[in-house]
């Protein structure tokens, strides 16, 4: 491991994420913001990165050209939308660089494209950086793996706030995959997202979602397993958006030595099986 600090680029500089990651950066050892990325045409371009997150001139402008921000860079954090995550994708696998991906959202021809990268860049992608966050999927798992199915029921519910686009959250659907692999069932088949009208009777077995969204929530999530005169319910409320910084960079600290591959926090974590 290099003594000297991790040079990490931040993409999305402008948005609240962006900004965030920006300012953990700025307090933490062992990391520089090395560039800050917008897209093109964005107000920011050509402002210091530093007083645009609230911490001061830094000396970094933000730019647009992802492609130059990345020569010299040992690392990107990303949490932007899926198009632009997969050009970011082809961008750190030919700097071969570590591409941590907090991004949520992406299709299952999304998630091909990063995997593809991942051949060359050390990809490090999680529906949720923080460390509770993914220690909960470890319980889920336990819990559904533990409660049989046929007399025990599996709701996930989420909330975030009223300007969050996709839905379910990155987080539910990865609480869903940790149930389904406790269960050993695949979630596509299994989950149950929309219910409106006269539904029926709930299918044993399948895994609901409930997404609520308003106000400023940074991100509220349950998995409730609903017996017959019992419910057990594992739950993560995340009160501020620095806990998916500060996990980034640790994921992005931990892949600086790896080999190329797709990784996700359970590595990180050294909770994966």
Known sequence: MSDNPMKLVVVGAGGRMGQT???????????????????????FIGKDAGELAGVGPIGVPVTADPLKA?????GV??????????????????ARIVHVIGTTGCSPADD???????RHARVIKSGNMSLGVNLLGVLVEQAARALPAANWDIEVVEMHHKHKVDAPSGTALLLGEAAAAGR???LLSNAVKVRDGHTGAREAGTIGFATLRG???????SVIIA???ELVTLSHSARDRSIFARGA????LWGRDKKPGHYDMLDVLGLSH
């Open 21 to 43: 990651l920006i300012r953990v950066l700025h307090e933490t050892d062992g990391v520089v913001l090395h560039a800050a990325v917008e897209r093109e045409g964005s107000p």
């Open 70 to 74: 990345f020569l010299d860079a040992e």
């Open 77 to 94: 954090l990303d949490f932007t939308g899926p198009a632009a995550t997969i050009n970011f994708a082809g961008l750190a696998a030919q």
């Open 112 to 118: 091909e494209k990063i995997k593809a990268a991942a």
């Open 184 to 186: 050993e069932i695949e």
């Open 215 to 221: 106000g400023s929530v940074v991100g509220d999530h």
């Open 227 to 229: 017996g017959e005169g």
């Open 249 to 252: 960079v640790v994921a992005a």
